[in-house]
């Protein structure tokens, strides 16, 4: 049992991303949870991106019988530019599609929160992967922007 913490250092090394809470946008909502969701939602759906899933993390708590604050999570995307950078590298599907959460937290405020594009660009180093985050920056924070006003 010794080896154990070893392994699992050795693992979490071995991880291409792990997220810190610098590499974390995160915005301000004047809106509830559920509003600001559902306009990124119909907004996402309206440039024509793919909705892959809504999770409400609140709704599967309370069917585990525990509590936490409002969290909704949304992956989204475009396979045509999501596939050609996991043609390359399929660690990058790690990552693909995206993912926005919409939370309130213990104040009782709304955020809406991404990871940047920038530091995943950074992670995956396959061609294209900088063009395609860059526009990826570029809507998300256009988005985020529309929805949280």
Request: net charge positive.
């Amino acid at each position: 049992m010794k080896s154990l913490p070893k392994i699992l250092i050795s693992a979490c090394l071995a991880l291409p991303f792990i997220a810190s809470a610098a590499d974390i946008v995160k915005k301000a909502s004047t809106h509830s949870v559920k509003e600001t969701m559902d306009k990124f939602e119909a907004l996402v759906k309206s440039k024509g991106m793919d909705v892959f899933a809504r999770v409400n993390h609140q709704k599967n708590a309370e069917g585990a019988g525990l509590k936490m604050n409002q969290s909704e999570v949304l992956i989204f995307g475009n396979p045509k530019g999501g596939t050609v950078l996991m043609n390359q590298d399929i660690a990058v599907s790690l990552d693909l599609p995206l993912r926005v959460a919409v939370y309130e937290d213990k104040e009782g405020k709304v955020w809406l929160s991404y990871h940047n594009p920038q530091v995943l660009k950074e992670s995956y180093k396959v061609a294209g992967a900088a063009k395609v985050m860059d526009k990826v920056e570029g809507a998300l924070d256009k988005l985020s922007n529309a929805v949280t006003k």
